[in-house]
């Protein structure tokens, strides 16, 4: 007598059913005229996927799926055999429960059970070959798991080696352009020194003392630059926080860069709503990050234009724009600024030299500052460069 409650169907190959071996849950069979019609909508596409794995292996085992009975949903385990055209599906609460149900149905003697003698051999077959499939499967992704550890140690191992590279590329690149800087340095006075007798050089000369003294000033914010990266790679460069007024910050930065705006007859405006706005920033920086910023729109803009600087009140932050009527960049060539070494095709209107490192060094520093920094730009009709910088910050020690 078959206690366990448990649903065996037959059916032929288009899932009409053909009949109702077993129902111990007593749905009523009525108007359900194909197995799929079972389940309900949600369940269609798995129960959809179940058939076609019983078509293409002839077997599929442990498959939920989720069907109405008596106004419940119920999740049944399903087992399905294909043989001799014919389908048939098992579904019961558990495996444990199916395997009774065809034990139980074996001692009973008629011709839909006598089907099912047919197929169990077939489908016992068929089960042991899923099951040495199974195995080798886990065997495989057992070799692949240990392969996989194997390839994350060497590549620990890279890595840890590449960091000490990394670290002893920053300490020859900081010796090598600290030991640079002082006779750079002694260059461009010795230079200076000689301008101030220029009226006793001839013409080729001056021009010669011109090209030096541009080439010095070049080769001097290259080491700087040089170094101020390898500082921020290490991880060695420390914020001095205070509170300034950045109004005049700016204001500094402008007249800092003043003749150069001259000499190119280009008029530098700032537009500030207040005259007074305080924020904790690392001064000395963010004059770095401003004079970059100047420098960068003078050596890109045209004699006679403008460069316009602004600085806004957001509340908890702040944003500094700097907007030129120069050259612009070109769209596909944006995501090359902010990286190290990285130059688009745009070229200074004066032959102005640059060393590829400003724009990452800027990135660097208002990122320290838990700011962030951006551009945008129409070829041929200038740029504009934002950053923001909260008003207050957490003291950071390094970065």
């Known amino acids: 007598m078959i206690k366990e409650k448990g ?64 106004h419940e949903l119920v999740t049944l385990i399903f087992y399905g055999v294909q043989y001799n055209g014919k389908l048939l599906f098992a579904g019961s609460h558990n495996c444990t429960s199916l395997n009774s149900i065809f034990s139980d149905l074996m001692s009973l003697n008629n011709e839909q059970v006598n089907f099912i003698r047919e197929i169990s051999k077939n489908f016992s077959e068929k089960v042991k070959q899923l099951e040495t499939e199974s195995l080798e499967t886990f065997d495989e992704m057992t070799r692949l798991n ?12 890279q890595n840890a080696e590449l960091t000490q590279l990394n670290k002893l590329k920053n300490q020859f690149l900081g010796i090598s352009a600290h030991d640079l800087r002082n006779p750079l340095g002694n260059i461009l006075n010795f230079v200076e020194f000689i301008e101030e007798d220029i009226d006793r050089l001839s013409e080729e000369q001056t021009r010669f003392i011109d090209e030096i003294k541009m080439l010095s000033i070049f080769m001097l914010d290259m080491v700087n630059n040089l170094l101020d990266v390898s500082a921020i790679e290490s991880g060695q460069v420390k914020l001095n926080l205070s509170q300034v007024n950045l109004v005049k910050v700016i204001e500094n930065s402008i007249e800092i860069n003043h003749l150069s705006a001259k000499k190119k007859k280009i008029v530098i405006h700032f537009n500030s709503e207040t005259p007074v706005l305080m924020v904790t920033i690392d001064k000395m920086k963010i004059e770095q990050v401003l004079n970059n910023l100047i420098s960068n729109a003078l050596k890109f803009s045209n004699p006679g234009t403008n460069i316009t600087l602004t600085l806004g009140d957001l509340g908890s932050s702040v944003k500094v724009e700097v907007k030129d009527e120069g050259l612009g960049i070109q769209t596909d060539e944006l995501n090359l600024l902010f990286k190290a070494f990285q130059k688009t095709a745009t070229h200074s209107t004066a032959n102005e030299k640059s060393t590829g490192l400003g724009l990452f060094i800027i990135k660097k520093i208002i990122e320290a500052h838990n700011g962030q920094v951006a551009a945008e730009s129409e070829y041929g009709k200038g740029s504009v460069f934002h950053f923001t910088l909260p008003k207050e910050i957490r003291e950071i020690d390094e970065w």
């Open 7 to 70: 649903l065996v169907i037959i059916t032929d190959a288009d899932l009409m059913i053909e009949s109702v071996i077993y129902n111990e849950y007593h749905i009523d069979f009525s108007f359900i005229t194909k197995f799929n019609e079972l389940f309900i909508s949600a369940d269609q596409s798995k129960a959809a996927s179940f058939i076609e794995k019983v078509r293409q292996d002839e077997v599929a085992l442990n498959w939920e799926l989720n069907l109405t009975i008596s």
């Open 146 to 157: 240990n392969e996989l550890a194997n390839l994350q140690r060497q590549l620990a191992k």
